[in-house]
């Protein structure tokens, strides 16, 4: 039976060397970072994320515990203070970029959405993470609270994330969309926290589609009633026109009953082509961005931190959603059935092992790469 090295070691290979070396030109921080770079750095906070552990001393006290393996990882023993000193110290860029790197990686292997139209499908949400005020008082936001609002883009082809941008929780969600730049002819859906008729007019000079829902309150004077097709469930379509800073602005509402629920939604778009019941359906796939985050809350290493310097933690942060970009990487190539979590499961229980990927996902090729093997030994003897 062929030699592999760990699990662990498989799974870092999935990333390029040249990419390491791409970003450590670009965020050089001078001679003391040789012997700990940022590849290692990566390295021991991708062991804390795939082997679950809570603190930084227990992290480390496994790494140690690896023995010979820290060679194959390119690692060495490393003192806690200097541990500590990187995630305190070292540009938070980096990790940045290498979530960037990593969503370029998956992004050309993952499964296209559901839709049959072609052009890319976005969502668009936030979710805070609650931190301790005594432990963390930079992340302020309330006057018992604090935490700290992970702003992410959801890409709907197999479900990753392709923009993620971490600041306080008291800092509104509308201004990280502002200044996000989506591919043209995209459409991206969000609820009505983000809706901004000046926004939507920038979207549309764009070229850029969304989806939304209406707000109770809305001021629209009606253009324009669409037929429509009530078996589907929806209820009207109309081209209506809002007025934003004395300027129109031609938008389409969408009436829509869910027939499970028998609860009516009024929706919001730019999007003069698409079916009425397609648009209804796309903002009814927002609801993975949900899922996402709770996915990411009950598997990754972002409720206990490893430092409690703002730099440690936004790291941290950036580390485990690389690493979720790291498992849906291996998911996209090994094209399994299984979903993020139970890929992140498996490799958590056979981390440190010796065995392959592909013969943990298929344990009939393991049983018999072993019988071929002893079937050998017994005729060599």
């Not at 965020?27 to 012997?35: C, D, E, I, M, Q």
């Amino acid at each position: 039976m062929s030699h592999h090295n760990t699990l662990f070691s498989q799974m870092l290979s999935l990333i390029p060397r040249h990419v390491f070396q791409k970003l450590e030109h670009r965020h050089k921080v001078g001679r003391a970072s040789r012997k700990f770079g940022f590849k290692e750095q990566f390295t021991a906070m991708a062991f804390i994320q795939l082997a679950a552990r809570r603190s930084m001393r227990d992290g480390l006290r496994c790494l140690a515990a690896a023995g010979n393996r820290l060679y194959h990882w390119g690692l060495k023993n490393v003192p806690r203070s200097t541990f500590a000193d990187a995630n305190n110290s070292r540009p938070v860029g980096f990790f940045k970029d290498l979530f960037a790197e990593m969503y370029g990686l998956c992004q050309p292997h993952a499964p296209r959405h559901k839709f049959r139209f072609k052009c890319k499908l976005y969502s668009m949400d936030a979710t805070t993470i609650s931190l301790c005020l005594s432990v963390f008082p930079w992340a302020s936001f309330r006057r018992n609270k604090a935490g700290v609002k992970v702003n992410t883009v959801l890409d709907h082809d197999g479900y990753i994330p392709a923009f993620v941008d971490i600041s306080n929780a008291k800092t509104h969600e509308s201004r990280m969309a502002k200044s996000l730049s989506l591919p043209k002819g995209s459409i991206v859906t969000f609820d009505k926290g983000y809706i901004a008729y000046s926004w939507f007019r920038a979207l549309e000079e764009k070229a850029i589609f969304f989806v939304t829902r209406l707000k109770r309150n809305a001021v629209y004077k009606l253009l324009e009633r669409r037929p429509v097709r009530r078996g589907t469930g929806v209820t009207s379509d109309h081209i209506i026109e809002v007025v934003s800073r004395g300027k129109g602005l031609r938008l389409r509402r969408i009436g829509y009953r869910d027939q499970k629920t028998g609860k009516h939604y009024e929706f919001l778009t730019n999007n003069f082509r698409l079916s009425p019941k397609t648009i209804a359906d796309i903002y009814k796939d927002r609801w993975q961005i949900e899922l996402f985050f709770k996915e990411i809350k009950q598997n990754l290493r972002i409720k206990t931190f490893v430092g409690n310097s703002e730099n440690a933690v936004l790291i941290q942060v950036y580390t485990a959603l690389t690493v979720y970009l790291l498992l849906a990487y291996q998911k996209f190539l090994s094209r399994i059935g299984m979903s993020v979590q139970q890929l992140f499961q498996l490799i958590q229980l056979n981390l440190l092992g010796s065995a392959s990927l592909e013969e943990l996902l298929n344990p009939r090729r393991r049983r018999k790469d072993n019988l071929q093997h002893l079937s050998l030994l017994e005729l060599g003897a």
